[in-house]
């Protein structure tokens, strides 16, 4: 398996702009989570799904941040509008209840100007 | 609830020799315990894990950790650091049944040469 797909890798934008990263789970996988990163806030957990339905999103910082997982193969995490304070690196991971380890994708890095 | 602590956001070891990065945990049901690594501009990769069993759990790269119930420890070792090392490390915990992992908040490993 090629692992957890992200895209875009690298995404610089306007303040004002709506972005978009998507993640591509490891085909089996049935919970997929989203993470920021920052140096100053460390690793968090925005939301993450359950057999392509929310389980909890008490992550997300504020109604700008939207996730989707249509099917469960595909999930976005969407910023409208996003702001400065949005740049950070973002990651995607999934995992099979059985197991417990995450498999985490390479991160998308958005800059916000 | 489950939380983690990493002891020393930095730590310095030169080549050859012992590292030792310390976790401690507290968790209200019997814990699964992860070793993280992430290399520069990657996503976090597994570097071992504890379920159940043997309480020494050996790793990917040489690394390994011991499960100390006792002292709700979980510290990282190596016996002799390579440059490669070089990167941050993140201890993690969840409990059984759990869907999320909380991990700490990271300890950056600095190699000398």
């Known amino acids: 398996d090629a692992g957890v797909i992200q895209s875009p890798r690298h995404e610089v934008t306007e303040m004002g702009q709506e972005v978009t990263l998507r993640c591509k789970p490891i085909s089996g996988h049935d919970y997929l989570f989203w993470y920021r990163q920052t140096m100053m806030r460390g690793l968090e957990l925005l939301i993450y799904?359950?057999?392509?339905?929310?389980?909890?999103d008490s992550g997300m910082p504020e109604d700008r941040f939207s996730a989707k997982m249509p099917n469960a193969s595909f999930s976005t995490l969407k910023i409208q509008p996003s702001e400065p304070r949005d740049s950070a690196v973002y990651f995607c991971?999934?995992?099979?209840?059985?197991?417990?380890?995450?498999?985490f994708g390479p991160g998308t890095r958005l800059t916000v100007t | 609830a489950q939380s983690v602590t990493q002891l020393g956001s930095h730590v310095s070891v030169s080549e050859g020799a012992l590292v030792l990065l310390r976790c401690n945990y507290s968790s209200s049901v019997p814990p699964y315990l992860f070793w993280y690594v992430q290399y520069p501009n990657q996503g976090l990769q597994l570097l071992l894990k504890y379920t159940t069993g043997a309480t020494l759990v050996k790793g990917i790269n040489g690394f390994e950790a011991e499960f100390k119930k006792s002292e709700t420890s979980f510290h990282l070792t190596k016996p002799s650091a390579h440059m490669s090392d070089a990167a941050e490390y993140f201890c993690a915990v969840s409990g059984w049944r759990d869907d999320k992992i909380i991990f700490g908040k990271g300890t950056r490993l600095h190699i000398l040469p």
């Open positions: 799904f359950n057999n392509n339905v929310p389980i909890d």
């Open positions: 991971a999934s995992t099979d209840h059985r197991e417990g380890e995450q498999y």
